[in-house]
């Protein structure tokens, strides 16, 4: 498998996974106290923010949608549902936002919708990995060439992931602390 791809899988699941810790932090206050702590919270946030949303989409967008089309075409309505995909994720970090802060400022509804958006947003993230897999990656396989994926490989690595490239759980953690005190 083209490293590019192999990172896009680690970026997904990194994706995921900060999706599925919010919504189980929300879920889990909701059988209890109803507390959280949320700075840790804003900081899984900020991480989907500055990198899914802000860093990796786009690239795939400039860098692999654009070799892609350059090769086939015939794939620009694919290429453009994944685009508007792009978007809407966007629409769901802004929903996620405003839950949490409502949540956090004791508005009533804000820790339940909180829980809800989260479970929406991965639902979504996933289809749109499937979709994007199913309709664009298995065509890149096949079109692109060593150089176009040198290309995308070389955007990729420069877009450091910091939860991607955590190989366990426990770096995992490490990253999301240290990446709290950046977002701090
Ligand atoms: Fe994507």
């Known amino acids: 498998m083209p490293n590019a791809l192999r990172m896009i899988k680690d970026r997904q699941k ?23 702590d949320f700075p840790h919270l804003k900081s899984l946030l900020e991480y989907l923010d500055r990198f899914p949303e802000k860093l990796h989409q786009p690239n795939e967008e400039r ?25 809407a994720s966007k629409g769901y970090l802004v929903r996620l936002r ?23 947003y991965v639902r979504f993230a996933r289809r749109h990995a499937r979709i994007e897999e199913r309709d664009l990656l298995s065509v890149a396989r096949k079109v692109l060439n060593e150089k176009d994926w040198q290309e995308v490989e070389r955007v990729f690595s420069a877009a450091a992931d910091p939860l991607a490239a955590s190989k366990s759980r426990q770096e995992c953690t490490m990253a999301v602390r240290q990446f709290s005190g950046l977002a701090a």
């Open 98 to 120: 405003a839950a949490l802060q409502d949540w956090e400022d004791n508005v009533e509804g804000g820790m339940s919708q909180t829980a809800i958006v989260a479970d929406d």
């Open 63 to 87: 860098y692999l949608f654009k070799a892609i089309l350059s090769r086939e075409p015939s794939l620009s309505r694919v290429v453009a549902r994944a685009q508007r995909d792009h978007a």
């Open 14 to 36: 990194a994706m995921f996974s900060v999706l599925l810790a919010v919504r189980t932090i929300a879920r889990r206050a909701m059988r209890s106290d109803g507390k959280a």
